[in-house]
């Protein structure tokens, strides 16, 4: 009784035709649209071997997905179910149907694009589709970088802002009245642009005069570099892009008796700090070192290769953890470690800390896992 209550709650233009109530008729909801089905249920009620009967209209709407409603139809434990999985596929089905059939958008749309775009200069188009629903257009900072927009046309285009997509390390909100058009875009593009000039200017300093060990093909999006100390060590910066110059924050990576020591610089000398200078002359000040330069030496000469697995990149991740004795020092990856400590027998675990062997110099070897589960 519980099901037919809710099968009158859930379908209540749909009625039993008969006591045994193998027979059912009537309609099914959908988008404010009635459609007529009769629905016929053996005489143990069992919907897998039931049978659908649709209106003309609701098989052209079910075109395509029969072979879904009679999946469906075969799994479903009770009628209810299987009407509100019914009205489910219905709903996508008449989603899809009406996205097929949006009409083309007027003659003048198309005019008044082309009209804006030689404003604007056509040698700023970078991509147009077919359809002028999809525009990539370029741009210059003044440092003579170029970058990209995409717009992405609705159909009511210009009462419609359009979809903005650019590659900042910040959000692109877009001013728009139905009087705007892409040039006004084109324009906030480039207000923005020369806001981040200052951002881009510090991390292409390091990118050109640093190894960067990740990410290892930065975007203009990315504000984090992890940068190589030499030692098996390197720095994670996190850059602020609304203020490059200031005090980024800092994670030191390697060895104990390596980073240790570059911790006390950073805190000694932070009053060193001039956001005057460029980040990176801060860096080296506040630390009291000279970056391994890009002109002298290879990036082999301090990215060694994890000592467990003997690769250097593994997932997209390169080795973070290394052995503190000063006569060893050898890298690995955070989950290679992990796995290995793990099979010792010799191994202990306090929380998110494993102590155990370098598999290396069998020194004692401390992992602190991080949030992300190896």
Known sequence: METEASLMHQCPLLLPQNRAKTVYEGFITAQGRDFHLRILL????????????????????????????????????????????????????LKNKQELHVPPPPPQFYSSLIEEIGTLGWDKLVYVDTCFNTIKLKAEDASGREHLITLKLKAKYPAESPDCFVDFPVSFPVSWTPQSSIISIHSQFLAALESLKAFWDVMDEIDEKTWV?????????????????????????????????????????????????????????????????????????????DFPARAILEKSDFSMDCGICYAYQLDGAIPDQVCDNSQCGQPFHQICLYEWLRGLMTSRQSFNIIFGECPYCSKPITLKMSGRKP
């Open 213 to 289: 060990l990740e990410p290892e093909k930065p975007t203009r999006s990315a504000t984090a570099r992890r940068i190589a100390l030499g030692n098996n060590s390197s720095i994670n910066i996190e850059v602020d892009p609304r203020h490059p110059t200031m005090l980024p924050e800092c994670c030191f990576l390697g060895a104990d008796h390596v980073v240790k020591p570059l911790g006390i610089k950073l805190s000694r000398n932070i009053h060193l700090w001039d956001p005057e200078n460029s980040l990176l002359q801060n860096l080296k000040n506040v630390l009291e070192i």
């Open 42 to 93: 053996p005489e143990d009620l069992q919907l897998k071997n039931a049978r659908l009967l649709c209106s003309w209209q609701l098989r052209t709407i079910l075109n395509g997905y029969h072979q879904i409603v009679q999946q469906r139809m075969q799994h479903s434990p009770d009628l209810m179910s299987f009407m509100m999985e019914l009205k489910m596929v219905l709903e996508v089905a």
